[in-house]
């Protein structure tokens, strides 16, 4: 087997997100921004600061990409077998059903993952960038990594606007802040998509719904029969289920309480 077969494209992307983040901060770092003046005046407080937050956000990268998203277990244990018949015996209208590709029994708002072969609960999406899903065990932490992201791009976009210097002619400006531009330009885009996701998902954390289930709510059997969202709770009850798992319980419980409340008739 080829040494190259055994780089699988998780370690790929990875390795160029890695690679990609410290060389815009060498950039940073090597042309005279005002990251290089602090420096050469002996004041370290915010370089090191810079530094903590390019290597904080590169660790909730890697901590995202490579953790469980939260797959449902092919095999499941006695434990989950018993959780899934009292699922079960909620209500006979949820829609549960198999996954048709690994043949487990789906608890609501788990989906299939074509890329990585396996149902995750509560998915959102696959991220290419991470090479991973967004599910329910990582997204808070997904999208604790975007605040602390755009954090970072925002203050490196603005340092490498302060090393600019346009007064030159273009030939002497071309070799001393050629590269200095393109990292601008390149943090001006990730900038934009980090802010719209961002933005996207806290949206969508307010109204506890996900990104597959905005997109794809009218071919999702348990959101497709009614006309509202059935798991927003209001703004603070979904914040508090979403980082810190309050109130605890299972979606199917509060997707038939919900069906329950809205089929009764009114007083």
Not at 105 to 113: D, F, K
Not at 251 to 257: K, N, Q
Request: hydrophobic share 45%; with cysteine; net charge neutral.
């Amino acid at each position: 087997m080829a040494p190259w077969a055994l780089l699988s494209p998780g370690i790929l992307v990875r390795t160029r997100h890695t690679v990609l983040t410290w060389g815009i901060t060498l950039v940073l770092f090597l042309h005279d921004t005002e990251l290089r003046q602090w420096e050469e005046q002996g004041e370290l407080l915010l370089p090191l600061t810079f530094l903590l937050l390019v290597l904080g956000s590169l660790l909730l990268y890697l901590a995202v990409s490579l953790m469980d998203p939260g797959y449902v277990n092919v095999q499941p244990q006695p434990q989950e077998e018993i959780k899934e018949e009292q699922t079960a015996m909620v209500s006979p209208a949820i829609p549960l059903r198999r996954c048709r590709y690994c043949l487990v029994l789906q608890p609501l708002r788990a989906r299939h993952c074509r890329e990585c072969r396996r149902c995750v609960r509560r998915y959102d999406h696959h991220c290419p960038w991470m090479e991973n899903c967004v599910g329910e065990r990582n997204h808070p932490l997904f999208v604790v990594y975007l605040v602390l992201q755009l954090l970072v791009l925002l203050w490196g976009l603005y340092l490498a606007w302060s090393g600019l210097r346009f007064f030159q002619p273009w030939g002497l400006w071309l070799r001393s802040s050629g590269l200095l531009f393109a990292t601008f330009l390149l943090l001006s885009l990730f900038s934009l998509v980090a802010s719209l996701l961002l933005a996207s998902h806290l949206y969508l954390v307010a109204s506890n719904t996900t990104t597959w289930e905005f997109m794809s709510s009218h071919r999702i059997t348990y959101l497709r029969q009614r006309p509202d969202n059935p798991f927003d709770q209001g703004l603070t009850r979904n914040l508090a289920h979403f980082f810190c798992g309050w109130p605890s319980g299972s979606w199917e419980t509060l997707w038939a309480e919900e069906e329950e409340e809205g089929s009764s008739p009114a007083v």
